[in-house]
């Protein structure tokens, strides 16, 4: 495993320094937390790895949060219980403590992914639920046109579908996730039709890719995009979007029951 960061960042960005705000911005999104909802079932304890800011966490369930990064445990609002401060590869509970686990936006934070997502079926007696990206259809949005290296680094992160599955055995599917226009949490595709939202510096810096390129060559990236907004270029290629109550990108859930 990668060693942990100063705030206790295990994964390869630093959440010391780009998790401050991360809340502002990644707001679980509703109809993202119905589909979440719906594939935890009937489970009434929940463990939530990478669990950061709290996002996607019912508040009608009984919720163990476990989040390594100190930055990220203290934006958890104060009507959510405290995070534990652990990683996934290592979780401090028992074998079946809980009906359900999940995990959102986290698994390529991970130093060692099959670890992960072990423990996490060590520790769910029901199913296990993972929000990813598919790295496969990362490089599909139009944003790849502007800032390459963002999304190629999204990509080289997410790990692939099929290891996830593999990794979960037992009956597994994968669940394409649509993302609403008005989409509240804000990953990189949720502004898929509000593309002058990610001209904003804090909406960029809440999605972690961002921090892997040079601040040099993402003002350039972001330059671009303001020039095409201006001139009408981007609407001219992609302004059917921004009428497009979803939109079908990368984003899915993977769902996972023992054998």
């Known amino acids: 495993m990668s060693e942990r960061r100063a705030d206790g960042s ?11 705000g991360y809340a502002d911005h990644r707001r679980p999104d509703p109809r993202i ?51 534990v401060d652990a990683v996934a590869e290592r979780l401090p509970f028992a074998d079946g403590e809980f009906d359900a686990a999940m995990t959102t936006f986290s698994v390529h934070q991970w130093s060692d992914l099959g670890a992960g997502l072990r423990e996490m079926r060590r520790v769910a007696r029901g199913p296990v639920v993972v929000l990813t990206c598919d790295p496969a259809l990362v490089r599909d949005f139009w944003l790849y046109k502007y800032a390459p290296l963002v999304l190629d680094t999204e990509a080289r992160r997410y790990p692939a579908v099929r290891d996830v599955t593999e990794a979960l055995g037992g009956t597994v599917t994968v669940q394409p996730v649509p993302i609403p226009a008005d989409c509240t949490d804000g990953f990189n595709e949720a502004y898929y039709a509000r593309p002058e939202r990610l001209l904003d510096p804090g909406a960029r810096q809440a999605c972690s890719a961002w921090s892997f390129v040079d601040a040099a060559l993402a003002e350039q990236y ?32 993977i769902r996972a029951l023992p054998a």
């Open 10 to 20: 295990a994964g390869d960005a630093d959440y010391g320094t780009i998790g401050t």
């Open 222 to 253: 972001t330059d671009r995009l303001h020039r095409d907004l201006v001139s009408g270029a981007w609407d001219e290629h992609h302004g059917a979007l921004r009428g497009q109550p979803r939109f079908n990108g990368s984003l899915v859930l």
């Open 33 to 83: 937390a119905e589909v979440i909802s719906r594939a935890l079932g009937d489970a009434r304890t929940v463990v939530n790895v990478g669990a950061g800011a709290g996002s996607y966490e019912s508040e009608a369930l009984r919720v163990t949060a476990v989040e390594p990064s100190a930055s990220m445990r203290a934006q958890r609002p104060a009507h959510l219980p405290p995070a």
